[in-house]
């Protein structure tokens, strides 16, 4: 069984960074695309970023590139997103998930993810 764990939310101001980290358990991710998704009061659950464990190939929402850095640790099994310049639009409950031999074209739309961790909260303040 596949469980995910996402740690490293907080409040933050604005300009400032936060590294996010899912840990997972259960499963080895030699042939996942791992995504970060997030949600915000009201809102519709977004992509924000996602890494495929088979060829190293990523891709970002158009409202986070160049901000945030999506990587892997393959002894910790572990997932991170780092945060950097964040905005108060940034604000919401982040979600990492998995999904096993999804396309990286897909890696964005959480409709196509399988396993998902409790959400961290991050807030930045104006």
């Known amino acids: 069984q596949v469980q995910l764990v996402e740690s490293g939310g907080g409040l933050v101001r604005f300009g400032g960074s936060l590294k996010l980290s899912c840990a997972v358990r259960?499963?080895?991710?030699?042939?996942?695309?791992i995504g970060w998704f997030r949600q915000a009061p009201g809102a519709k659950r977004e992509g924000v970023a996602c890494?495929?464990?088979?060829?190293?190939?990523?891709d970002y929402a158009e409202s986070v590139r160049g901000r945030f850095t999506i990587s892997k640790d393959n002894v910790e099994n572990t997932i991170y997103l780092e945060m950097d310049n964040l905005e108060p639009e940034d604000t919401a409950t982040y979600y990492c998930?998995?999904?096993?031999?999804?396309?990286?074209?897909?890696?964005?739309?959480?409709?196509?993810?399988?396993?998902w961790g409790q959400g961290t909260l991050v807030a930045v303040s104006s």
């Open positions: 890494l495929s464990t088979y060829d190293g190939t990523s």
């Open positions: 259960g499963v080895t991710l030699d042939y996942y695309v």
């Open positions: 998930a998995t999904a096993r031999g999804l396309a990286i074209e897909h890696g964005l739309q959480w409709r196509w993810f399988d396993d």
